[in-house]
């Protein structure tokens, strides 16, 4: 019977760099992922300086950096005039960027990592089925191989973390589930060769039809994103990618080389808070946690963040000896309330960025148009940049945190309302 002290269930990003962190601070630790080979798609895109800060950790930020596309610049437009932009000096002087990397590449350096740390602990190709935990014992998980006829095994860990994304049957403890909030907004985006010849700007186009996003990625593509209304876009991919282009040339004039599509999707937006993410022995975080809109791309950041604060409790825990409910553990207690409120600050943003975006009639757009080209051309544009770079999510770390390979891990530390 396989075994590990703590067993995350889930191998994307928030799963691969929680496994990575617990090794490299000597955790016995397993991931097991559902998902028989890494993903090709780029979905998640957006890195922000508090992102980059938790890769710290595990020291692969510079391999990061190198890979990504920094944004320096933020445009607003609307009707072919340029609002105003921003830049990000002041909310982040040491990191003045956001940067933008396709999902499976950011996987692909914290898998490197992960086997690096603790060879063998991620498992391809395993699906959870059942979680078991009844105490006093270990926790009994009941693993089943994806393959055809694959076999069944029971797993047993002192701690499980679920991390298995928006979407997954993870095992979460029960009354983490939350309320789900549909929003009635749908979207269709693409990946195209970059035609702007600005690879360092992200351009938000708030037309009277609904938004238009364009984001620089590494190797001269450009992602696209536009506001398509109420019903998600139905069609084949090739047709899809044709209807993206349509939409942004119709609204902004851009013209995209449809041939070089190398993605494109379409997806509608809802929210999910869970209740509580700490029972027994078990924790939820990441999107398994706070499902939010993807507008503002602040999903991967927040799992890192709640995965980087877990860590040193769950260390603590575990040389502790551990064994009891985590939710009688004070300084658990204040994870979860902490996290949960940075996931409320960060929904509320999502929900605020998904309202702006809608369509709306010229009347509204022209009077939006005066008022964000005011606030634009005003000091108030570095607490717009903040805003949008998650600044209100970056927490120092402090002395007096756990010891393990020669370095600090700091202690659990609010990752709301702290500046740097």
């Not at 990441?286 to 963040?305: F, K, N, V």
């Not at 606030?375 to 945190?401: C, K």
């Amino acid at each position: 019977m396989p075994s590990c002290e703590v067993l995350v269930v889930g191998g994307g990003p928030t799963g691969l760099y929680l496994g990575a962190l617990l090794a490299r601070h000597g955790v016995d630790v397993a991931v097991l992922e559902r998902r028989a080979e890494p993903s090709s798609h780029s979905r998640a895109i957006g890195l922000h300086p508090p992102a980059l800060e938790t890769l710290d950790e595990l020291d692969v930020r510079e391999e990061v950096v190198a890979a990504g596309a920094r944004v320096h610049t933020g445009e607003a437009r609307s009707r072919g005039r340029l609002l105003g932009s921003l830049t990000f000096e002041r909310a982040w002087p040491q990191n003045p960027f956001v940067l933008t990397l396709p999902q499976q590449r950011t996987e692909a350096v914290l898998e490197r990592r992960l086997a690096e740390l603790a060879p063998g602990a991620l498992r391809r190709g395993r699906e959870v089925l059942e979680v078991h935990d009844t105490g006093p014992g270990p926790v009994r998980v009941l693993v089943r191989d994806t393959a055809p006829a694959g076999a069944e095994e029971t797993w047993t860990a002192r701690v499980v973390v679920a991390a298995g994304g928006a979407h997954a049957d993870t095992g979460e403890p029960a009354g983490t589930t939350g309320r789900v909030r549909t929003y009635p907004d749908t979207y269709l985006m693409g990946d195209v060769t970059d035609a702007t010849g600005d690879p360092g700007t992200a351009a938000i186009h708030l037309e009277p039809e609904g938004v238009v996003e364009s984001f620089p990625l590494p190797g001269g593509v450009r992602r696209w994103v536009v506001h398509t209304g109420r019903s998600p876009e139905q069609s084949p991919g090739q047709e899809l990618a044709q209807r993206l282009a349509e939409i942004v040339a119709r609204r902004t004039g851009a013209v995209l080389d449809v041939g070089s599509t190398s993605m494109v999707s379409a997806f509608a937006v809802r929210c999910r808070l869970a209740e509580r993410t700490v029972a027994g022995r078990r924790v939820v975080l990441g999107d398994a946690a706070h499902e939010i809109s993807p507008i503002g791309g602040q999903g991967m950041t927040l799992g890192w963040l709640d995965a980087r604060e877990l860590v040193p409790l769950l260390v603590r825990e575990l040389r502790g000896g551990g064994g009891h409910d985590l939710a009688d553990v004070p300084g658990l207690r204040a994870f979860q309330r902490r996290r949960l409120s940075a996931a409320r600050r960060a929904a509320w943003q999502a929900g605020v960025n998904t309202r702006l975006g809608r369509p709306v009639p010229a009347v509204v757009c022209g009077a939006r148009d005066g008022l964000l080209r005011a606030v634009l051309a005003t000091p108030a544009r570095h607490g717009l940049a903040g805003a949008f770079s998650m600044r209100w999510a970056g927490a120092a770390q402090q002395p007096g945190g756990v010891q393990a390979h020669g370095r600090t891990l700091g202690p659990a530390v609010p990752a709301t309302g702290r500046g740097r």
